[in-house]
């Protein structure tokens, strides 16, 4: 039985979506289902956690999206959202 990929949000990183503004909500939402669908998509850049495990980092419009894949029970692990500030 194939079981569908499913995202996991850690506490902060919900909290950072339930206080975006509707629209970046809404785009922030789109760039969660993308990778939903998708979750072997290659992030634009790797960093590796505490515990060495690398973590994708993949840019959406002006946020950052963290995270990284359990295989075992097909889960994609948001770990962080940040705004990429813009300098002018």
């Known amino acids: 039985m194939s079981k569908a990929w499913k995202v996991v949000l850690d506490e902060e990183v919900l909290s950072v979506l339930l206080a975006a503004r509707?629209?970046?909500r809404k785009?922030?939402?789109a760039a969660l289902e993308s990778l939903k669908k998708n979750p072997y998509q290659q992030g634009d850049f790797v960093e590796?956690?505490?515990v060495d495990r690398p973590l994708?980092?993949?840019v959406f419009g002006?946020?950052?999206l963290t995270y990284w894949r359990?295989?075992?029970v097909k889960e994609l692990r948001v770990v962080e959202i940040e705004r990429v500030r813009m300098d002018r």
């Open 48 to 50: 590796h956690d505490e």
């Open 56 to 58: 994708d980092v993949k």
């Open 62 to 64: 002006v946020f950052l």
């Open 70 to 72: 359990d295989n075992l």
């Open 22 to 24: 509707f629209a970046e």
């Open 27 to 29: 785009k922030l939402l």
